[in-house]
């Protein structure tokens, strides 16, 4: 799916569909998880709630579907969501950067994790490699990104 006609989805069902996804379901596991509410109780850190993402599935049975099995991007995002984001679908431990006026998330990230990335980043959103930072980074192709709002 181009850009243009990927489903669009909340931060918060975005996460939902991510922390889902952790759990090795196929994608027609998943839908029919949802669907029938057959759902497990989440005790990460983040006490996810699935209901609401029940609730999307079927009043947009189309756009859950279309978000599952062909990817999505996320209509608005914050900081803190990007950084939740990063923890729950790429298992990963970013830095939340918080100076008033320089709001931005630091990652680590393999080149296909900073793609799935910047797939689903809404507008207005950049991810930019901090060079000088990836010249230290540890390895296995991993290089630091900052993403950050496009205008400050």
Do not use: C
């Amino acid at each position: 799916m181009s850009t243009t006609s990927q489903a669009k989805l909340s931060q918060w069902d975005a996460l939902l569909v991510e922390s889902l996804k952790s759990r090795g379901w196929s994608n027609e596991e998943l839908i029919a998880r949802v669907r029938s509410g057959e759902l497990p109780v989440d005790e990460s850190p983040f006490q996810f709630k699935y209901e609401a993402l029940s609730a999307f599935a079927a009043e947009e049975p189309e756009t859950f579907e279309a978000a599952v099995t062909h990817g999505y991007q996320i209509k608005y995002n914050t900081v803190r969501g990007i950084h939740s984001w990063i923890r729950v679908a790429l298992g990963l431990q970013p830095e939340l950067l918080l100076e008033a006026g320089a709001e931005a998330v630091r990652a680590t990230l393999k080149p296909n994790e900073k793609e799935r990335l910047a797939s689903v980043l809404s507008f207005g959103w950049q991810v930019r490699e901090e060079e000088e930072k990836s010249a230290e980074a540890s390895g296995e192709g991993r290089s630091v990104y900052l993403i950050e709002p496009i205008q400050r």
